[in-house]
């Protein structure tokens, strides 16, 4: 199949994607993955490497909005609950994953421990564009959730360069440019936008552009990844974005409309069909090793901290998806692990993006004009406590 023809195909999945999800009621970032599962296995077209390209790149914008939504102050008001949530979250399923692989599946040790990072994400692009459909990123219960998925993939990728990614030198100019960017952008953005904004061309949307492709193009030299460099950048213009909503909204059009259904396509498409069905006992296994631990650790913190939603925190921070794909990439890549271990990693990544979002988003999700209305009338505190008025009150 050529590549117009691949693109034309997914192109009509796309569209095909966001009705269901409309009719649906359904987060279309889910619909997508699904589509992914369904289309790279029905029909013989593999991924593409201009899809790749695209994906990755749209992981990363994500990534980059996701930090942009962050409430720094409410962030450093309340950053002991999102360390102890986002560090629960990666910490319980990263050693049970791996006691199991090793233990119980009869892997090699560095495949353990790929598979213990691989399942111990929490994935910020599936978390966010859940937040920004329904309206709940302005919410202070979103912003929370939020603050802690950035904590549990930070201590995926920590943990994945502490134990296998060997820095080339290049990690002193990508440190130096993460750095520069991090102090330097904030500063210049103000004048940049005020200058030149707000012009059909869109120059601030460019901007960032451009910072993320140098960032990602550093990041591979240096054998690093560029999605932590990328969240943290979006952090630091957070309250820019705060006070020019409309620049934020541009961005975010452009990323929903054309480059994140392509990364959430790619998502399900690395999944095998025909490998899974022959190991559906394993698939099933890892996949309880990966949710079991994630929502006995995260789910009585959570009822501390962002009580009564704290069913509806624990599967959201249950997801997997973008360090979850990365992890089991670069095991394959490395030879670490081979192509049966990684589509089933792949594949337990892909369901639990999907399982739990679609359980919380049917059941659990609250209503994000009453909790706007909440936000305003009571002041944000660190553990706020008062009455459910959502369908999780059962559960809370």
Same mark, same amino acid.
């Given at each position: 199949?050529?590549e117009?023809?691949?693109?034309?195909?997914?192109?009509?999945?796309?569209?095909?994607?966001?009705?269901? *999800?409309?009719?649906?009621?359904i987060?279309?970032?889910?619909?997508?993955?699904?589509?992914?599962?369904?289309?790279?296995?029905?029909?013989?077209?593999?991924?593409p490497?201009?899809?790749?390209?695209?994906?990755g790149?749209?992981?990363?914008?994500?990534?980059?909005?996701?930090g942009?939504?962050?409430?720094?102050?409410?962030?450093?008001?309340?950053?002991?609950?999102s360390?102890?949530?986002?560090?629960?979250? @990666?910490?319980?399923?990263?050693?049970l994953?791996?006691?199991f692989?090793?233990?119980?599946?009869?892997?090699?040790r560095?495949?353990?421990?790929?598979?213990?990072?691989?399942?111990?994400?929490?994935s910020?692009?599936?978390?966010?564009?859940?937040l920004?459909?329904?309206?709940?990123?302005?919410?202070?219960?979103g912003?929370?959730?939020?603050?802690?998925? @950035?904590v549990?993939?930070?201590?995926?990728?920590?943990?994945?360069?502490?134990?296998f990614?060997?820095?080339?030198?290049?990690?002193?100019?990508?440190?130096?440019?993460?750095?520069?960017?991090?102090?330097?952008?904030?500063?210049?953005?103000?004048?940049?936008?005020?200058?030149?904004?707000?012009?059909?061309?869109?120059?601030?949307?460019?901007?960032?552009?451009?910072?993320?492709f140098?960032?990602?193009?550093?990041?591979?030299?240096a054998?690093?990844?560029?999605?932590?460099?990328?969240f943290?950048?979006?952090?630091?213009?957070?309250?820019?974005?705060?006070?020019?909503?409309?620049?934020?909204?541009?961005l975010?059009?452009?990323?929903?409309?054309?480059?994140t259904?392509?990364?959430?396509?790619?998502?399900?498409?690395?999944?095998?069909?025909?490998?899974?069905?022959s190991?559906l006992?394993?698939?099933?296994?890892?996949?309880l090793?990966?949710?079991?631990?994630?929502l006995a650790?995260?789910?009585?913190?959570?009822?501390r901290?962002?009580?009564?939603?704290?069913? @509806?925190?624990?599967?959201?921070?249950?997801?997997?998806l973008?360090?979850?794909?990365?992890?089991?990439?670069?095991?394959?890549?490395?030879?670490?692990i081979?192509?049966?271990? @990684? *589509?089933?990693?792949?594949?337990?990544?892909?369901?639990s993006?999907?399982?739990?979002?679609?359980?919380?988003?049917?059941?659990?999700?609250?209503?994000?004009?009453?909790?706007?209305?909440?936000?305003?009338?009571?002041?944000?505190?660190?553990?706020?406590?008062?009455?459910?008025?959502?369908?999780?009150?059962?559960?809370a």
């Open positions: 199949m050529s117009l023809a691949v693109a034309a195909l997914l192109a009509g999945v796309i569209l095909l994607a966001g009705t269901i *999800s409309v009719e649906a009621g987060s279309v970032a889910l619909i997508e993955l699904a589509a992914g599962v369904a289309v790279g296995n029905a029909f013989d077209v593999g991924v490497e201009w899809l790749s390209f695209v994906g790149f749209a992981g990363i914008v994500l990534t980059f909005l996701a942009a939504e962050v409430d720094v102050p409410q962030f450093r008001r309340e950053w002991r609950a360390l102890l949530l986002g560090g629960a979250s @990666f910490a319980a399923p990263f050693a994953v791996g006691l692989a090793y233990y119980g599946l009869g892997w090699n560095e495949q353990a421990e790929i598979a213990g990072i691989a399942l111990s994400t929490t910020l692009a599936v978390v966010y564009a859940v920004v459909e329904t309206g709940l990123n302005q919410t202070l219960i912003k929370r959730v939020m603050s802690a998925t @950035f549990t993939d930070l201590g995926t990728a920590v943990a994945l360069s502490i134990l990614v060997t820095p080339s030198i290049w990690v002193v100019p990508f440190a130096g440019v993460t750095v520069l960017f991090v102090l330097g952008l904030p500063r210049a953005a103000p004048w940049f936008f005020r200058r030149y904004g707000n012009r059909v061309i869109e120059p601030e949307i460019k901007l960032v552009f451009a910072a993320l140098l960032l990602m193009w550093l990041g591979d030299r054998h690093s990844h560029a999605v932590l460099p990328a943290i950048l979006g952090l630091v213009l957070s309250s820019h974005y705060a006070a020019h909503r409309k620049e934020q909204e541009r975010r059009v452009v990323a929903f409309a054309f480059l259904p392509f990364f959430f396509l790619k998502g399900g498409m690395n999944v095998s069909a025909p490998a899974l069905w190991n006992g394993l698939l099933g296994l890892l996949f090793a990966k949710m079991t631990p994630k650790a995260v789910y009585p913190l959570a009822r901290s962002c009580a009564p939603h704290a069913g @509806f925190t624990t599967l959201l921070m249950s997801t997997g973008t360090f979850g794909t990365i992890s089991s990439l670069y095991g394959l890549q490395a030879g670490i081979d192509e049966t271990q @990684f *589509s089933l990693l792949v594949a337990v990544v892909v369901l993006a999907i399982v739990p979002t679609v359980i919380a988003q049917r059941f659990l999700q609250p209503d994000a004009a009453a909790e706007r209305t909440h936000d305003e009338a009571v002041p944000a505190a660190p553990a706020p406590a008062r009455p459910a008025h959502t369908t999780e009150e059962a559960t």
